[in-house]
């Protein structure tokens, strides 16, 4: 089973919210109609929903170095409690779809929690196009 699947129909606790919108914390987490994308979305706002991805999927080169106090605040003990998703940008103008790198969500596994996390890496930046790596991927 792979780490998404494991994460799939789960009730996401982000107690300190995604960057703008820090006072919504609860989040279900859902299948997309295309694989590898999932949604998430906020309970009780249904007009709010953000399209996520692994990001290793789509960048096999992408490595995160996050401090071990942002992985306390979340309880994760051990490397293999990690599940890394990318927020995704899909322009209603038709502007290529890009991917977060810089501010990736930590999902522990066991439970449920998550936040999300700024990169201090100045390879990973908040747009990264995903057109290519689809390609790539023949998705």
């Known amino acids: 089973m792979s780490e998404q ?9 982000i107690e300190k919210g995604l960057l ?4 919504i914390t609860n989040y279900s987490l859902t299948h997309a109609d295309l694989e590898p ?15 996520v991805v692994d990001p290793f999927i789509l960048f096999p080169d ?3 170095d996050v401090d071990d106090n942002f992985l306390s605040e979340i309880d994760i003990k051990n490397p293999s409690d990690v599940v890394v998703l990318t927020i995704l940008t899909v322009s ?10 810089q501010g990736p969500v930590i999902v522990n596994k066991n439970n449920n929690k998550a936040i999300q996390v700024v990169l201090s890496d100045p ?3 908040t747009k990264h196009s995903i057109t ?8």
């Not at 699947?5 to 606790?13: G, H, N, V």
């Not at 703008?20 to 006072?23: A, M, Y």
């Not at 290519?132 to 998705?139: F, P, S, V, W, Y």
């Open 132 to 139: 290519n790596q689809l390609e790539t991927r023949g998705a």
């Open 123 to 125: 390879r990973w930046m």
């Open 5 to 13: 699947s494991e994460i799939f129909e789960k009730k996401l606790l």
């Open 20 to 23: 703008g919108f820090e006072t």
């Open 62 to 64: 992408y490595e995160i």
């Open 37 to 51: 994308f999932m949604w998430l979305k906020a309970e009780g706002e249904k007009n709010l929903a953000f399209l």
């Open 92 to 101: 209603k103008t038709g502007e290529e779809p890009t991917a977060n790198l």
